[in-house]
């Protein structure tokens, strides 16, 4: 009988670790935003067309995963001739890697309001181990949909973007376009309760 309850408990903890809470980014308050130096000042910009799904339980990081896609051709710097030149085979090579993912592998805890995804970032054939360090601005039930909570995140990170090979080889970029690209990301995330 002892034995039996035994496996029925550690049956529940597996699943129990399988269904992190999914959460649906809410796309139109949510923005993928960057910036990178231009010899001395920073040059920001965003991607505007991307997608993702969350699942995110404080308890149970074992469970909790992200997948995040972003189309390299929805570049938006304001300025059309700079974005299409970032499309082009002297940065992204959007025509051949069309999009930069991110798939977690685990997340652990730094405190109640601070996480960290860790994941591998794919941009052009290059994948890199990455940590996303995650703060949680907030947690509320919907005012206008019923039944519907509300979680705020930002991810703010720096990536070194020749470890991608993007903007390798050309002089011009290589002396004028600083290495450190600085990433900020602040999204809203909902779920049915």
Known sequence: MVFAVAITALGTLSVNAQNASMWKVDKSHTSVNFSVNHFFSAVTGKFTDFDGTVHFDPNNLKGSKADFTVAVNSIDT????????LQSADFFDAATYSKITFTSTKFTKNSDKEYVMHGKLTIKDKTKNVKLPMKITGEMEHPMMKGTLILGVVIDTTIDRTDYGVGTGDWAATM????EVRIHIPMELNRKQ
């Open 176 to 179: 004028v376009v600083g290495d």
């Open 78 to 85: 304001d300025d059309a001739k700079r974005d299409k030149h």
